[in-house]
Nanobody, 124 residues
Framework: QVQLVESGGGLVQAGDSLRLSCAAS????????IGWFRQAPGKEREFVAA????????YYADSVKGRFTVDRDNAETTVYLQMNSLKPEDTAVYYC?????????????????WGKGTLVTVSS
């Protein structure tokens, strides 16, 4: 079982930046893919970004392309989500999730482990 802990959320103004971290621990296999998801109040959870084990492949939702960047430090078993030019509609609880058995992102259904989330609030 992989444990995931998100951090870095907070209250910022529109146009500001935040860097979220997802620290993995526990029974980490030799390869795993990490995805970032978010859930705004009253809305369903949605995909934000994902990164393959090697970091060579990244995926983004259209709504965050060009503003968010996902990267990872495998030596520290940490994945980051750099969020720039934040908008009020980015307000949500952000979760990281792991697919522990695959090198590349396959979709949310394969995410076996989830963190508890970190709240990002963007004021206008």
């Amino acid at each position: 079982q992989v444990q995931l802990v998100e951090s870095g959320g907070g209250l910022v103004q529109a146009g500001d930046s935040l860097r979220l971290s997802c620290a993995a621990s526990g029974r980490i296999s030799s390869r795993y893919t990490i995805g970032w998801f978010r859930q705004a109040p009253g809305k369903e959870r949605e995909f934000v970004a994902a990164i393959s084990w090697s970091g060579g492949r990244t995926y983004y939702a259209d709504s965050v392309k060009g503003r968010f960047t996902v990267d990872r430090d495998n030596a520290e078993t940490t994945v980051y989500l750099q969020m720039n030019s934040l908008k009020p509609e980015d307000t949500a609880v952000y979760y990281c999730a792991a697919d522990p058995d695959y090198l590349d992102y396959r979709g949310p259904a394969y995410m076996a482990n989830w963190g508890k989330g970190t709240l990002v609030t963007v004021s206008s």
